[in-house]
C-alpha cells in the first residue's frame, strides 16, 4: 500500500492518534513546584533579619500565596466560590468530597438568593464537554470496530486496532475524574440534608462578613463623632 493510500483511507484516525499521544505527552510534562519548600524556608530565614514593615507585610503576604498555592484544594477567585467550597466542606460529614475535586466541583453549584443551588447537568461546562466527548468517542470506537471486521487491508485493520486502544486509554485516563466527580455531586443532590448543611454553613459565611464589615464600619465612623 502506497503512503498516500494509507493517508487517504486513515487520515482521521491518524490525526485522533497523533492528537491525543500529544496531549498525554503534555500532561506527563507538565512542571512540578519542586522548589516550594525551598522558598519557605528562604522568607523564613529572611523574616529573621530586620527589616522595615513593608518588606516584613510583603514577605508574609509571598509566603501565604506560596502555601495556598501549594495546599489549598480550590483557587482562589470570585467570592461565591469561595463561599462554596469552604459550605461544601464544612457541610460534608460523611467525607464525600475528595479534595483534589473540590475546585472543579464548585462549578457544578451557583448561590442564589443567599443559597447554594446545583446547578442543572445541561448547564454545567464540564458535563457538556463530557457528553460531547464520550459521543464522539463512541462514534469513533464503533466505525473502527466496524473497519476491522470489513476492511481487506491489513494496515487498515492495524490502524483501526491502534486507534481504538489510544481512545480507550484517552477515557480512563482524562474521563474517569469527571465521573467520579459527577457522582459526587448527584450523592450530594439527592441528600438534602447535605444541601440544607451547606446553606447552614453559608449563612454562618454571610452572618461573620456582615459583622465584619458593620464592625469596620464603626471603627471609620467613630473618629467623626
Known amino acids: 500500500m502506497e503512503i498516500s493510500e494509507l493517508l487517504h483511507d486513515n487520515w482521521f484516525n491518524l490525526i485522533i492518534i497523533f492528537v491525543l499521544s500529544f496531549i498525554a505527552f503534555m500532561y506527563k510534562k507538565r512542571p512540578q513546584n519542586d522548589g516550594f519548600d525551598n522558598i519557605i524556608k528562604y522568607t523564613d530565614i529572611l523574616e529573621k533579619t530586620p527589616h522595615p514593615q513593608y518588606k516584613t507585610e510583603f514577605l508574609n503576604n509571598i509566603k501565604k500565596k506560596l502555601i495556598w498555592n501549594k495546599v489549598c484544594f480550590y483557587k482562589a477567585g470570585g467570592i461565591n466560590k469561595e463561599r462554596i467550597a469552604i459550605s461544601l466542606i464544612n457541610a460534608d460529614v460523611h467525607n464525600i468530597i475528595e479534595l483534589t475535586q473540590l475546585d472543579s466541583l464548585t462549578h457544578y453549584f ?116
Open 110 to 225: 451557583s448561590i442564589t438568593k443567599n443559597h447554594i443551588i446545583p446547578l442543572k447537568p445541561y448547564l454545567i461546562k464540564e458535563v457538556i464537554l463530557s457528553s460531547t466527548a464520550f459521543m464522539f468517542a463512541f462514534v469513533m470506537l464503533l466505525s473502527n470496530i466496524v473497519t476491522i471486521f470489513s476492511s481487506s487491508l491489513i494496515i487498515n485493520v492495524i490502524v483501526a486496532i491502534l486507534t481504538i486502544f489510544i481512545i480507550i486509554i484517552a477515557l480512563f485516563r482524562f474521563a474517569l475524574t469527571p465521573i467520579k466527580r459527577f457522582k459526587t455531586y448527584l450523592l450530594i443532590v439527592k441528600d438534602k440534608a447535605f444541601l440544607q448543611r451547606a446553606n447552614n454553613e453559608l449563612a454562618k459565611i454571610i452572618k461573620d462578613k456582615n459583622n465584619i464589615n458593620a464592625a469596620m464600619l464603626d471603627e471609620i465612623t467613630e473618629p467623626e463623632k
